[in-house]
Nanobody, 124 residues
Framework: QVQLVESGGGLVQAGGSLRLSCAAS????????MGWFRQAPGKEREFVAA????????YYGDSVKGRFTISRDNAKNTVYLQMNSLKPEDTAVYYC?????????????????WGQGTQVTVSS
């Protein structure tokens, strides 16, 4: 069965950096799209970034463009989210997700598998 496990969250000051990891297992992910989403208390789940496993095409939400970078390591079956210039508004639980069909998509309902989430807190 497909499993996604996030790690790397924590507490940082505004302007700092974190790198989140998503360890994927249960099958090969060629042909999949991998995404990062986040959700703050009382708010809708928000698209952050996506990457096609094959070819590596990427897309970013407007609020993180120029600050966050999504990437993958095929040897480790791991997807990363490098977060720089963090702001208090970035505080949320961050989720890794996978879509079977390999298109760049931005809606949570289109993703088939989800990790448990990792907390990111940015202090002012």
């Amino acid at each position: 069965q497909v499993q996604l496990v996030e790690s790397g969250g924590g507490l940082v000051q505004a302007g700092g950096s974190l790198r989140l990891s998503c360890a994927a297992s249960g099958r090969t992910f060629s042909g999949y799209t991998m995404g990062w989403f986040r959700q703050a208390p009382g708010k809708e789940r928000e698209f952050v970034a996506a990457i096609r496993w094959s070819g590596g095409s990427t897309y970013y939400g407007d609020s993180v463009k120029g600050r966050f970078t999504i990437s993958r390591d095929n040897a480790k079956n791991t997807v990363y989210l490098q977060m720089n210039s963090l702001k208090p508004e970035d505080t949320a639980v961050y989720y890794c997700a996978a879509n079977r069909h390999g298109l760049l998509i931005f809606t949570p309902s289109r993703y088939d598998y989800w990790g448990q989430g990792t907390q990111v807190t940015v202090s002012s």
